[in-house]
Every structure is written in C-alpha cells, then in structure tokens.
C-alpha cells in the first residue's frame, strides 16, 4: 500500500464505524496546522461560503458582493441640499406675502428652528420630508425652487 491510497481527513466528524477507520480532525490554529504538515499528513481545506441556513444559500453571491461593499474603501459624502433651492427657502421667507421667521417656518413644519437655519444655509444633510414641508409652506417647488401656482386657490 503505497501513500496514494491513504487519505487523512481533517474535520470535526467521522464517516464509518470502528477504530480502526481513519478520524476527521479539525485543526484549531496555526501551530496544530504545522505539526500536521510536519508529520506528512495530507491537509485539505475547504471553503464554505453559504454556511447558514437554507435562505441565506438560495441567494447565491448575494453575501459576497455585500462584503465586498463594506470592505470599500471610498467614502461617500452625504447628498447636500442644493443651493440655488437654499437661496429660494432663505428669499421666500422673507419675502411680503410670508414674512416668517426662521422659528415661526419651524413651527409651522414641526421642525427644530436649527433645521431651517441649516436648509437656508446649503449645509444641511439632503432631507427630502423636511424639504417638502418647507417648500409646501412657502409654496415653491422642492425640485426648482420657483414658486408654485396654487391650482385648487379660489378666484
């Protein structure tokens, strides 16, 4: 019997009864790796990739692409508001038919008047709910920042 009929295999599991069959034993760490090596074991590794229930093995490279998306090294800046509908927020305001403050468009919307401070300003993280309460309030386009004509208004 030569070495090519031997097999060693390495897991937690044995397949077979008896002793005298050759165990499956999983290497735990570097070291019981190499006294494997050095003993002339035959060392087979096997890479599992949908190891968790049946759901998750359906979507086959599903887990992988996300991985690889969260080991990404770019990093993305949140969108800001546009300026041009910043300047529109901050000139509607104050414009003769409105003529709120920042505290009263705040309380109109339900927001924080620091909200509105930072919409006016440009440096506000794109909130497209709040966005769309101040522009209804002020009526002007969210997209745009041109007035709006009020369609349903009474002649």
């Known amino acids: 019997m030569d070495d090519w009929d031997t097999v060693t295999k390495i897991g937690s599991k044995t397949k ?14 570097k070291g019981a ?26 979507s086959s490279t599903e887990g992988q692409r996300l991985t690889k998306v969260d080991r990404s090294d770019d990093i993305v800046a949140p969108l800001k508001l546009d300026s041009k509908i910043a300047e529109a927020i901050k000139n509607r305001r104050a414009q003769e038919g409105f003529k709120l403050t920042q505290a009263q468009l705040a309380q109109k919307v339900n927001a924080q008047a620091n909200d509105i401070k930072l919409l006016e300003s440009g440096n506000a993280i794109k909130n497209q709910a709040l966005l769309n309460k101040v522009c209804r309030v002020l009526k002007i386009s969210p997209k745009t920042g041109e007035p709006v004509v009020d369609k349903h208004a009474k002649s």
């Open 16 to 29: 077979g009864s008896g002793g005298a069959s050759q165990r499956e034993t999983v290497v735990r760490g």
């Open 33 to 58: 790796l190499n006294a494997a090596q050095r003993s002339g074991a035959i060392i087979a590794t096997e890479k599992k990739f949908a190891a968790g229930n049946a759901a998750a093995s359906s």
